[in-house]
Each structure stands twice: as structure tokens, then as C-alpha cells.
């Protein structure tokens, strides 16, 4: 069984700062792409930054120079960094991570429960 525990979310004003985390655990073999997707009320699910296991990403126009995705492989751990925050990035962030596990031998998409980013005026 394999669980995705996100933290870091909050309220902050605009032009500050948040760090998520997402860590993965259970019986892992190897994850390969992980990645941030957000919704706000009344909107679709949408991709915010992804990387892969070799480290290249890839970010919504939207948050392109603000955010920042890396991932600690020996932590099964995906961060975004979030700077200059507006409040149009307010939304429930959601971690992804597609993970190949041995039992059942599978490779799946696993998704986190969500945490809640605010950013005031």
C-alpha cells in the first residue's frame, strides 16, 4: 500500500512565500515522475510542475520564474518552492507521483490528499 502525505500548505499575503512537501511511503520499488496539480473552486484540475526521475521538469506558464519543483529520491520526497504567490494561485494543491510497486507489480498514479493554499491581497 502505498500513501502520498502532503504538508506545508496555509494563508499567506500576496508576494509571499510557501514550501509543500509530499512524501511517499510503502512498498515502493522506484517512482518516476512526481508532480504538482492544483484546483480552484469552480475549476478543472490543472498541472502546476512536474519532474522526473532524472530531474527534468516542466511548470505551467502561469508559474514560470515563481515556483520551483524538486524531488530528495532517497526521501521519495517532491517540494515546491512558491515565491512572489498571487491570488490567483489560490486553489487546493494536490502531489501526484506515478510509482512501480512490487506487490501488486503495478505501475500507478497515486495522488496526495491536498493541501489548501491561500494567498490575500
Known amino acids: 500500500q502505498v500513501q502520498l502525505v502532503e504538508s506545508g500548505g496555509g494563508l499567506v499575503q500576496a508576494g509571499g512565500s510557501l514550501r509543500l512537501s509530499c512524501a511517499a511511503s510503502?512498498?515502493?520499488?522506484?517512482?518516476?515522475?512526481m508532480g504538482w496539480y492544483r484546483q480552484a473552486p469552480g475549476k478543472q484540475r490543472e498541472l502546476v510542475a512536474a519532474?522526473?526521475?532524472?530531474?527534468?521538469?516542466n511548470y505551467a506558464d502561469s508559474v514560470k520564474g515563481r515556483f520551483t519543483i524538486s524531488r530528495d529520491n532517497a526521501k521519495n520526497t517532491v517540494y515546491l518552492q512558491m515565491n512572489s504567490l498571487k491570488p490567483e494561485d489560490t486553489a487546493v494543491y494536490y502531489c501526484?507521483?506515478?510509482?512501480?510497486?512490487?506487490?501488486?507489480?503495478?505501475?500507478?498514479?497515486?495522488w496526495g490528499q491536498g493541501t489548501q493554499v491561500t494567498v490575500s491581497s
Open positions: 510503502g512498498t515502493i520499488f522506484s517512482i518516476n515522475a
Open positions: 519532474i522526473t526521475s532524472g530531474g527534468s521538469t
Open positions: 501526484n507521483a506515478r510509482i512501480r510497486t512490487v506487490t501488486p507489480l503495478a505501475v500507478t498514479d497515486y
